[in-house]
């Protein structure tokens, strides 16, 4: 399978699997911590739903929800790490020194508050877009520690990281690395993938603020995004029509489609689309057969998401009956390939995560091009 068929299938997956569980078995019980301070602006959560912070004097609460319960971290001051007794407590040394991402929107993370150095360990080293990283794992400085679904405990201990930032929700992910955490490293479940805003998604920033000793920073960075989201979201308030939208491609016969709670849909509402399934009141995906999407997709306006192509050419070369839908014929199909590589890497899964603002523009442009008329598509392109 190629690089570009593994990733395309990758994402489908995620798409797919969008809950799940955390076994608690492997966490160690916190410490019995009271007298909460005033938590500081910086760390307050607005979006999220999968993560919160609480306050102590000499430390920091990270509270993860990557199920039905919760797990709690405890963010210690690497120069007071000597003199706080926290006893059988999970925790994390910040500012991190060393960072293990099994998701390539970690990196994301890092790169966002320039703390490239930091990452140690990534899984599938030819999956990455980012080009800084890329350039640190050909001189050696980032080392590949298998996949997500498979990570190579050796490796990981090997590196003496101060943390694994795994892509939480994925049914025994701490079970893989329970060598790992036997070992006293700590593994961190990341759900912004979970996130029912794209904002939620992007507020993951404070947690790796808070990793990084860069909280305010975070803070300040997701400010600007959500102030650029916010502001472009209102101009849709205004639009007389909202064009209707189907997205993506049947995968073996099923097509899926973000359900109602989806931070996908979040986007398309927001972007002024008409989205026949903004209804249903799911996160995770809707499996559909191609006749439930056929007579939708034959009158729809726009196609968004069509896989890895990048020509209509090629979408009707798989299924002659795609030419019978309206957008292959208007010439209204746009798919979010603009920055992929030949290889098939593809910002829109990587830094995507922290630009909701720029795929909202994308959108509206597509959708409502008279609201941002000098805006240039920087994801997506009209397929020829």
Request: charged share 20%; net charge negative; hydrophobic share 40%.
């Amino acid at each position: 399978m190629s690089t570009k068929a593994r990733i395309f299938f990758l994402m489908s997956f995620l798409w797919v699997v969008v809950t799940g569980c955390w076994d608690r078995s492997a966490t160690q019980p916190v410490a019995e911590i009271s007298g909460d301070t005033v938590l500081p602006a910086a760390l307050q959560v607005k979006y999220a739903r999968g993560f919160h912070f609480s306050k102590q004097e000499a430390y920091t609460l990270l509270h993860l929800h990557p199920g039905e319960d919760t797990l709690t971290l405890v963010l210690v001051p690497r120069d007071q790490s000597g003199s706080i007794a926290l006893v059988e407590s999970p925790r994390i040394l910040v500012p991190v020194q060393k960072l293990v991402a099994l998701s390539t929107t970690h990196v994301a993370l890092l790169h966002a508050l320039g703390a490239d150095s930091v990452l140690s360990g990534l899984m599938r080293l030819q999956d990455v877009y980012e080009p800084t990283i890329r350039k640190r794992a050909a001189a050696g400085k980032v080392v590949e520690v298998g996949v997500a679904y498979e990570p190579n405990q050796e490796v990981i201990l090997g590196l003496s990281p101060d943390v694994v930032m795994v892509s939480g929700g994925a049914s025994g992910e701490n079970r893989r690395l329970e060598i790992v955490q036997e070992a006293g490293i700590a593994v961190l479940p990341n759900t912004e993938w979970l996130e029912p805003h794209p904002l939620g998604r992007a507020e993951w920033l404070k947690v790796m603020g808070a990793l990084l000793g860069q909280e305010h920073k975070a803070a300040q960075e997701f400010e600007r995004i959500a102030t650029a989201y916010e502001t472009q979201a209102a101009l849709v308030d205004r639009v007389d029509s909202r064009p209707t939208v189907v997205v993506n491609l049947p995968y073996k016969d099923t097509w899926f489609v973000p359900g109602g709670q989806n931070y996908q849909t979040q986007l398309l509402h927001d972007a002024g689309a008409d989205y026949p399934w903004h209804d249903a009141g799911q996160q995770q995906s809707l499996p559909l057969s191609f006749e439930a999407v056929y007579p939708i997709a034959l009158e729809a306006e726009v196609w968004l998401n069509t896989g890895t192509a990048t020509t209509r050419t090629a979408i009707r070369e798989q299924d002659a009956r795609y030419a019978d839908f309206r957008p292959m014929q208007t010439g209204r199909v746009y798919n979010n390939t603009r920055q992929m590589d030949a290889e098939g890497r593809n910002p829109y899964w990587e830094r995507g995560v922290i630009e909701p603002h720029v795929l909202l523009a994308d959108l509206i442009k597509i959708l409502h091009p008279e609201l941002l008329p000098d805006h240039q598509l920087q994801y997506y392109q009209q397929l020829p």
